[in-house]
């Protein structure tokens, strides 16, 4: 009973987190593995993004009220996220992501630098495509961030914020819309492939998602209050705890 409060408020609070700008795995995942060691990691992975996924797609719901998107972008680029998103996960099971993994803590590193040197970054809403010249690189990033989520896969939301941001010109309220969705499609994908191999634990999965809904609501009603500004904050504070955690994960886990 203990270990289900411990990992509903896990799930809270890593829904309130990822609402914002995404990184909610950097509690979740932890808090599974470390409270259900003798558990097989894939039923962990699996109902991780269970929870997750409900979480992520109710604080796109509660954006969408607010701040409007082009589902004639957005579509395209959701199927391409899931349809890459499942190419990584089965990729991952035949190539381990070793390079990659020493690789991330710096490509962080360099998107927090970026964002924290340009003051203005993300702060405005001012889209530099649109048609089908938009449409086709929304296609192309997605398809990249999701086959990296599939593949390996801390800070995906992050990526999908940043890109959207320096790329198509959105500020990181829109950009955090649009990374939602997209999470949604990635984190459907490798449900997908974890269910159908019998990796998830549907009634913790559940529970937790419940509680991930409760923190996806607070955090993106905090976002929408707050604006672009208290989403950047967040967002460079979530990238230094990826680089943080990526670091760890590459170069001193044993």
């Given at each position: 009973?203990?270990?289900?409060?411990?990992?509903?408020?896990?799930?809270?609070?890593?829904?309130?987190?990822?609402?914002?700008?995404?990184?909610?795995?950097?509690?979740?995942?932890?808090?599974?593995?470390?409270?259900?060691?003798?558990?097989?990691?894939?039923?962990?992975?699996?109902?991780?993004?269970?929870?997750?996924?409900?979480?992520?797609?109710?604080?796109?719901?509660?954006?969408?009220?607010?701040?409007?998107?082009?589902?004639?972008?957005?579509?395209?680029?959701?199927?391409?996220?899931?349809?890459?998103?499942?190419?990584?996960?089965?990729?991952?099971?035949h190539i381990p992501p070793t390079q990659l993994r020493k690789?991330?803590?710096?490509?962080?590193?360099?998107?927090?630098?970026?964002?924290?040197?340009?003051?203005?970054?993300?702060?405005?809403?001012?889209?530099?495509?649109?048609g089908n010249k938009e449409v086709m690189l929304a296609m192309?990033?997605?398809?990249?961030?999701?086959?990296?989520?599939?593949?390996?896969?801390?800070?995906?939301?992050?990526?999908?914020?940043?890109?959207?941001?320096?790329?198509?010109?959105?500020?990181?309220?829109?950009?955090?819309?649009?990374?939602?969705?997209?999470?949604?499609?990635?984190?459907?994908?490798?449900?997908?492939?974890?269910?159908?191999?019998?990796?998830?634990?549907?009634?913790?999965?559940?529970?937790?998602?419940?509680?991930?809904?409760?923190?996806?609501?607070?955090?993106?009603?905090?976002?929408?209050?707050?604006?672009?500004?208290?989403?950047?904050?967040?967002?460079?504070?979530?990238?230094?705890?990826?680089?943080?955690?990526?670091?760890?994960?590459?170069?001193?886990?044993?």
């Amino acid at each position: 009973m203990m270990d289900m409060l411990l990992l509903g408020v896990a799930a809270f609070f890593a829904g309130f987190v990822d609402a914002i700008v995404g990184g909610g795995g950097l509690v979740q995942v932890p808090a599974l593995f470390s409270i259900m060691p003798g558990t097989v990691p894939a039923t962990l992975l699996g109902t991780n993004k269970l929870a997750s996924i409900w979480g992520t797609a109710v604080a796109a719901r509660n954006y969408m009220q607010k701040v409007s998107v082009r589902w004639s972008m957005l579509l395209p680029a959701a199927t391409m996220s899931f349809a890459f998103a499942f190419l990584g996960a089965y990729l991952v099971t035949h190539i381990p992501p070793t390079q990659l993994r020493k690789a991330l803590p710096f490509i962080l590193a360099a998107v927090a630098i970026y964002t924290f040197m340009k003051k203005d970054f993300g702060t405005h809403d001012r889209p530099l495509f649109s048609g089908n010249k938009e449409v086709m690189l929304a296609m192309l990033v997605a398809a990249a961030i999701g086959f990296y989520d599939g593949f390996f896969g801390p800070g995906t939301g992050s990526f999908f914020m940043f890109l959207f941001v320096r790329i198509f010109g959105y500020d990181f309220l829109r950009a955090s819309v649009v990374a939602k969705v997209l999470n949604v499609a990635c984190n459907a994908a490798a449900l997908s492939w974890f269910g159908f191999s019998g990796h998830v634990l549907w009634v913790l999965g559940g529970i937790m998602a419940a509680c991930q809904i409760g923190g996806s609501l607070l955090g993106s009603h905090l976002a929408i209050r707050h604006g672009t500004g208290f989403v950047r904050k967040m967002f460079l504070l979530v990238v230094v705890a990826l680089i943080c955690k990526t670091t760890y994960d590459g170069f001193f886990r044993v």
